[in-house]
Each structure stands twice: as C-alpha cells, then as structure tokens.
C-alpha cells in the first residue's frame, strides 16, 4: 500500500508531498490543474522513461519517492526483495527515483542503489497503473496471462510448469554437454590416466622424503662424521686419558673429602653419576663408529629417489601428500568421465522424463486456461456493459506457443494468452494494446480488477481516465466498481466525476497556484465544507452555487464513503 508520495521540482510541482489512504483515493481539480502529473510521478517509481524535459524549469534534477506499506499479500514482493538482499524496515519501503537535467536517472529501493529495470520490476509487483500514460500493465501480454491464472485459481500449477521447464532445460543441456564433450572428454581421459599411474608407479609414502633426505646427508657427509665419531671417542675413553680419566680422578678425591666431611657426599654421589652416564656415552660412540660405513651405490639409489619424487612435485604439488591428492582426485575424475556413457544414458532418461511431466502438467494448465477463458469473457463483457460499453466484446485467445515455427511448451506453458477487445459494435476483436483508448484500457481493466480483487496480489490500482466520456447511471456504476474494490485493495483515481469522488474514503484536490510569476502544481486533502465545496464544482462548474452546493451535500451524505 502506498502510504505517501514526495514529488520534488517534477513538471510544475515545487513541492509536493502526499498521503494516501487504504482504500478508494481520489484526485479530483480543474482541467490542467496537474492531476496527471502525480500519476506521471509515481509512473517513475514504475520504471518509465524519463527525461530532462520532466524536470522543472531552474531546477537541476527532479526527485519522486514513495513510502509503502507492505501488507500479508505481498508475499512476491518479500520473496523478490530477499533474492536481491535488499532490506525492508518494519514492513516500511521506501522507493526513490532522481532524474536529472543531464538525462541521467539514479533509482533507489530501501536506499540500495537499483537499475531503472529493477525499479521497474518491483513497481510492477506493487502498483497497477491504468490510463493514459506509458506505464500500462494490461497493454502486455504477460500480464494478460497472470490475470487469467489468478482468476482461475492456476497459479500454483503455473509455477509447477514453470519449475519442471526449467529442470528439463538443464537436463537438455547436460545432454548436449555430455555429446559434445566426447573428444574433450576422452584427452582430459588420457591426461588424468596419465598422472596417476605415474604417482602409482612411484609408490611414494608419507614422511618418505624426509628420511631419504638426512640419509642423503648422512651418506654425503660420511667421512665428516667417521671423523667427528673418532675425536669423541678419543676425548671421552678413559684408557687413552679422555674424559673419563681425568673424571675418575675427581671422584677418587670427592670419596676422600666425603670421608672426612659429609656435607660432600652429594657431591661423589653426582660426579659418579655424571662418570656412568660419561662411560655409557663412550661405549654408545664406539657401537655408533663400529657400525659406519661408506655405500656408494646407496647414495646414488637416494638421490635418484629424491630426483623422482622432486619430479613429481614439480607436476603435481609442491609436497608428497600433494602428489598423492592429485592422483586420488585424478583416479575420482577419470572415473566420472569413464562413466560418460552411462551418464548420457542417465541424462537421456530424465530429459524423458521430464518432458513426459512437463507435458502433462502444461496439458492440465491449458485445460484449466481454457475453462476459465469463456468464463472470464462473460463477466468481463457483462461489466464492461455496466461501465458504458454496452457493445463491447471481451475475448480471451490462446494461441499455441511457437518455438521456430513449431508449437513448444515454454515457461509458461504451451500458449500465449492475449486480451482481444471490440469496443463498438461492428468492429472485429483486436489485440487490446491496438485497438483500446486510455479510457478505455482503464474501463477494461476495471472490469478486470472488479472480477479479480480477492486473487489479484498487487496491492495499489491507479486509474486514469476511468470515467471519460461517461455519466448517469454508467457513473454512478463505475464508482460502484472501485468502491467494490477498494474494499479490498488501494486505489488512486482521477475523475472529473462528482459521483465517482462521493464514494472517496481520501479526497485530494489538485490545483494550480502562482507564486512568485511561477506556476505551480499544489495537492491537498479535502473533508468537511471544503470537500463539498470541491464536489459543488464537479457538479456545476467553476462557479458553486447554492444549488449545487445543497447537491453536493445530499450526494456525500447519501454515499456510504463519503462522509
């Protein structure tokens, strides 16, 4: 529900903010006074083309936004603004559309930066704008096929279609994939068998270069180490006066202080323990030395091995648990790919399958569209004769879906649907965007809404023009029809109608007001006198008499809203 609208330096609107209430809204002024430049407003928040010329003279860039109130029906509203991640505020959006003088738009949806087509496409899920102006739903035929899914109750069903065409789009093409990938296939085959019976064949393990590589030292380093394990020897044996002797010597003489003082026990017992530990160190070097030898051929299998192993890595991964991840995912791939055929025939079997469930979902869509075809046609001939087209004929055509000249189930089903109208009597059926006025497209649409209200989820109608042309009885119907949906949805109207405004539950005057040698476009909220006031002049013309002031107040009294 749209709850207000702000229009900045627009056309001839300075300024202008205004609030609309849930139900029936009207905006009602003198010819010219500016009542289709609000309509012309909001159609920006619709995505409408906009240029420099739409912004006011001495200005440098004209500003519309609105402030809506999502309702529990906007349920696609929700779901289209948690797809794009785009916040809402306590069921509070606000959409905002700048036009500047230099022809570039800037659109905006809970302050995210938005293209004009996305504005477009949530303005299109919130309003329905009807008339004269650029923006009209009804003049497209996609919208013509959601009317009649809605009145039909068909739009779970669609959805289902919907949902199979696009599963058995992807199967389609994973088929093509998997045929035309044969010859790639079968070289990215040969490269994956390729690696991994190299890294089998090598039979590395975890932790193996490691131990090749100090053995390689080792092995490169032996007669430093020969060397090293002699002079440690040497140093530490006692029969060669090492280490051991000169520590022998020391205990011997720590038994003598101990002999004579205790306090120096502790000291022999450590220096003995420090003489064993020694001792051993020397008998573990001399089994160390014994077993030192040279193997030339040893060292040329470690480093072949190591060259192997650096080979592969430098291939398949910079470590040898690398290496043995690439082969385990090769083997993985090449499986799947060795399992192409079955994969085609698994592919071709649900492309069948899906086609077979596509068909008889879209079967079960067209019957339902069809049904509901001829009784959409006769309430909606039956309102539009009650709207003053007492000639018109209402038809609703579906045409098989052509896919390169031959019929194919779409997205959508396997028909195009499109409203055909004859609104004089004489006249053939014509596609509605050629052959309806503005009025007329709002009457038509009327009709619709009127027929449509409790399943339709667009939440806010804007008529424009709905009552041209019309009076008596065909007035007081039209004015009926909108008080009929307003009580389920919010609609804006322009009407010249005296009748039409009385059933108002908001009555908003449009005028044109100078100030400063500029002309200027002003909105206003009328009740009480003022209200009558405004429909003594529907009534009677510029000047209010006391007549038609005494008519207007029976009118408004007598109108369930209008009071």
Request: hydrophobic letters at 45%.
């Amino acid at each position: 529900m749209l709850e207000s609208l702000t229009v900045r330096n627009y056309a001839l609107i300075e300024h202008v903010e205004v609030g609309f209430g849930p139900h029936l809204n009207v905006l009602s002024g003198e010819t010219g006074a500016g009542k289709s430049i609000i309509i012309g407003a909001l159609g920006l928040l619709l995505g409408a083309r906009a240029t420099a010329a739409d912004v006011r003279a001495g200005a440098d860039r004209a500003e519309v936004s609105g402030v809506v109130r999502l309702q529990p029906r906007d349920g696609e509203v929700r779901d289209w603004l948690a797809e794009r991640e785009l916040p809402t505020d306590d069921d509070t959006l606000i959409v905002r559309r700048v036009v500047r003088r230099t022809g570039r738009s800037g659109c905006f949806i809970a302050g995210v930066p938005v293209p004009t087509a996305q504005l477009g496409e949530l303005g299109g899920r919130l309003f329905d704008l009807h008339g004269q102006h650029r923006h009209q739903s009804l003049l497209r035929e996609v919208e013509h096929r959601r009317l009649l899914d809605h009145f039909a109750g068909l739009v779970p069903l669609a959805g289902v279609v919907a949902a199979v065409h696009r599963r058995l789009a992807a199967a389609r093409a994973r088929v093509v994939e998997l045929e035309s990938g044969s010859e790639r296939r079968a070289r990215q085959a040969e490269l994956l068998r390729h690696a991994a019976d190299e890294i089998d064949a090598a039979r590395l393990s975890t932790g193996e270069e490691e131990e090749l590589d100090q053995e390689r030292r080792r092995l490169t380093a032996f007669e430093r180490i020969s060397e090293a394990a002699h002079r440690v020897y040497d140093l530490t044996v006692e029969a060669r006066g090492g280490a051991l002797a000169s520590v022998r010597g020391a205990l011997d003489e720590l038994r003598t202080l101990a002999s004579y003082d205790a306090a120096c026990e502790p000291l022999h017992a450590r220096v003995e323990s420090a003489f064993y530990e020694l001792e051993d160190v020397a008998a573990e070097v001399r089994r160390y030395q014994s077993r030192l030898y040279f193997d030339g051929a040893r060292l040329a299998a470690v480093v072949e091995r190591l060259e192997q192993i650096h080979a592969l890595q430098r291939k398949y991964g910079a470590t040898v648990e690398h290496v043995l991840e690439h082969a385990r995912q090769a083997r993985a791939k090449l499986a799947g790919l060795e399992d192409a055929d079955g994969a085609h025939a698994a592919a071709g079997a649900e492309v069948r399958r899906l086609a077979a469930a596509l068909s008889e979902r879209a079967g079960a869509l067209s019957d339902g569209r069809r049904q509901a075809a001829d009784r959409l046609r006769g309430l909606v001939e039956g309102n539009l004769h009650e709207l003053g087209m007492p000639k018109a004929r209402f038809a609703v055509q579906l045409r098989p879906r052509l896919e390169r000249g031959e019929p194919e189930i779409g997205p959508a089903g396997a028909e195009a649907v499109e409203f055909l109208i004859s609104a004089n009597a004489g006249e053939p059926l014509r596609p509605l965007r050629s052959s309806a006025s503005g009025g007329e497209v709002s009457r038509i649409m009327l009709a619709l809404k009127a027929i449509l209200a409790a399943s339709d989820p667009v939440g806010t109608l804007v008529f424009d023009e709905v009552d041209a042309g019309i009076g008596g009885d065909v007035a007081i119907a039209v004015g009926d029809k909108l008080a009929g949906i307003a009580g389920r949805r919010q609609i804006l109207c322009i009407t010249h109608l005296a009748t039409v405004a009385a059933r108002a539950h908001t009555h908003l005057q449009v005028s044109k007001e100078e100030r400063a040698g500029r002309t200027l476009t002003a909105v206003r909220e009328v009740s009480g006198r003022a209200r009558v006031v405004e429909v003594a002049r529907m009534l009677s013309g510029h000047d209010a008499r006391d007549v038609s002031l005494r008519h207007a107040e029976d009118l408004l009294t007598r109108t369930p809203s209008g009071r």
